[in-house]
């Protein structure tokens, strides 16, 4: 990467300023290709080559598609073993795992839903 830049010695400082240089404006540019036209490329030459890279970057992901291999994978590993919809279930907790969830709720409802569980009393108690 730093082989490609104009001049890789001085691209810390030169980032400690653009980012000095946005802080205080309001309207700020939301994409690459706008960040790209604002960026003057003598006082900035190393930004404007890595934005450069930056937009000739192709975009290979989308949530779809992360949600495809999510359950590839789950469907690899547990597909023999379980019912559609404890697939759909799993692979719903998969995708979306950065959702918090009240574990102590979950366990309630599945005992609720699931009796035949029975909890034994401690005998060392």
Not at 21 to 49: H, R, Y
């Amino acid at each position: 990467f730093t082989y490609d830049l104009p001049s890789s010695s001085t691209f810390t400082s030169e980032l400690h300023q653009w980012f000095r240089m946005w802080k205080d404006k309001k309207t700020k540019p939301s994409t690459v290709s706008q960040a790209l036209e604002q960026c003057d490329g003598v006082f900035f030459p190393n930004i404007k080559c890595v934005l450069q890279m930056c937009t000739t970057f192709l975009v290979t992901s989308s949530d779809c598609e992360c949600s495809i291999s999510a359950l590839r994978l789950l469907k690899t590993y547990l597909h023999s073993t379980m019912g559609q919809e404890r697939l759909t279930a799993l692979a719903l907790l998969y995708i979306h795992r950065s959702m918090t969830n009240n574990k102590t709720k979950v366990l309630a409802e599945f005992a609720r839903r699931k009796p035949q569980k029975v909890l034994l009393p401690s005998i060392l108690a």
